[in-house]
């Protein structure tokens, strides 16, 4: 089917119009309703591509167990159902949540929206398996979370760097400039070479005397958070210490691709191969946006982190041994349970190797591209800024669920209550 548009004829003085083929033809959705093949691909762009594609993986996995047990995917209470073997197989309710919010969405799509009754049975489901989760002597309840990195171990990760080579420098204002900042993944990989200004500003001093300090102004033009892109502005001052400075790094940075011939405009953090080619003349696979071709993607900021805390020995690097023993242990999991005679049985195996996993990964610490943003939001609460003062900064707004999350939920000890009773030691 093509759509039409209607265009006057020049000169014609009778409502005369053609008919113009689109070289693309128009998209019939589930339910039957035409949409052009542009509207369609603008409202598919529109949602982030993790999103996206988690959102498939979610559908997938339910279009795979409906058939495995034979329910029709828009038949009632096969959400409800699905959500319960989620559980019985081992996965934590906040995964389980996330697959209802996105089955819930698509089934609403699909003109075949859950009911009321069977959206409060599915909230229910979803809550006894935090309860079982709580109640679970063998693992720590709740989801597994990044770690925050404070300004110690950030110097620790920073000196982990070889500052003499162009990668070094590069990972030094990675790490630096998103910690600053208390970026997400996503943030300095998609900053473009003129989001970053450096400037001078004047800061009263403790006598009212203003003084010229050193300053970086960062524009993030998309985020998770602004997914209008009206912008966002993030503003840092040069802290005292050198070794710590974003802006110092930054233009160590910048004298890299000066002297490459590529302080030209395009993404400010460019790849780096194995052989030192800098930008889109790195070998290796490019991002999927052509104009970002030279550039980095989240996947490296977060790469650069984990590497950098390896090397700072604040994580573990697992050795090819307990690799392979994970890997072993997961095999003869899925092995078991598709012997098992019964669906009950199957479910319990895979949650008793899950459980297991669980456990393993949340007694080790984890540093990944989220540990800079929390770590910078304790830091500056640790350090009596107001949250309003730190929300603003982090992009948050105040009362939201998502930085309450980021902030420590433990008394300080010297603010401890017990402490007052005379009995400490």
């Not at 993986?57 to 409906?66: E, N, T």
Request: net charge positive; charged share 30%.
């Amino acid at each position: 089917m093509t759509s039409t548009e209607l265009v006057p004829v020049p000169g014609a003085t009778t409502a005369v119009v053609r008919r113009r083929r689109r070289a693309e033809p128009d998209i019939v959705s589930a339910v039957g309703e035409r949409i052009s093949a542009s509207a369609a691909r603008k409202l598919t762009h529109a949602v982030p591509r993790s999103s996206r594609n988690a959102r498939a993986s979610r559908w997938r996995s339910y279009a795979l167990w409906c058939a495995t047990y034979d329910w029709a995917e828009d038949e009632p209470n096969a959400v409800l159902s699905y959500l319960s073997d989620l559980g019985d197989r081992g996965h934590p309710a906040n995964s389980i949540e996330a697959h209802f919010s996105t089955l819930r969405a698509m089934r609403a799509i699909q003109d075949a929206p859950l009911s009321d009754k069977e959206i409060k049975a599915c909230q229910l489901v979803i809550r006894h398996r935090a309860g079982e989760e709580a109640d679970d002597p063998l693992v720590e309840p709740g989801p597994l979370q990044a770690d925050a990195v404070d300004l110690d171990e950030l110097r620790l990760m920073v000196r982990a760097l070889d500052r003499t080579t162009a990668r070094g420098k590069r990972d030094a204002a990675v790490l630096l400039i998103a910690w600053w900042m208390a970026a997400r993944a996503s943030e300095p990989a998609r900053l473009n070479l003129h989001d970053a200004k450096i400037t001078t500003v004047q800061i009263e001093d403790e006598n009212g005397r203003k003084r010229p300090h050193q300053a970086l102004i960062i524009k993030i033009r998309r985020s998770k958070a602004d997914q209008a892109a009206r912008g966002q502005e993030v503003r840092i001052l040069a802290p005292a210490d050198q070794e710590l400075c974003p802006i110092h790094a930054l233009r160590a940075w910048l004298d890299v691709l000066a002297d490459d011939g590529q302080l030209t405009p395009g993404p400010l953090l460019r790849r780096i191969d194995r052989h030192g080619n800098i930008g889109a003349k790195a070998a290796g696979r490019p991002p999927r946006d052509d104009r970002r071709r030279g550039g980095i993607t989240a996947d490296t900021v977060n790469d650069i982190i984990k590497a950098a805390a390896r090397a700072a020995q604040l994580t573990p690097a697992p050795s090819p041994e307990e690799r392979a023993a994970a890997a072993r242990a997961q095999q003869e999991a899925f092995a078991a349970a598709d012997a098992a005679p019964t669906a009950e049985e199957a479910n319990a195996i895979l949650k008793t190797w899950r459980t297991a996993r669980r456990a393993a990964r949340a007694a080790l610490r984890r540093i990944t591209g989220h540990s800079f943003r929390r770590g910078w939001i304790q830091q500056a609460l640790a350090a009596g800024n107001p949250p309003e003062t730190v929300a603003l900064h982090s992009r948050h707004a105040l009362r939201s669920t998502a930085f309450d999350a980021y902030r420590r939920k433990k008394v300080p000890w010297n603010q401890n209550p017990t402490r007052f009773l005379d009995l400490a030691a």
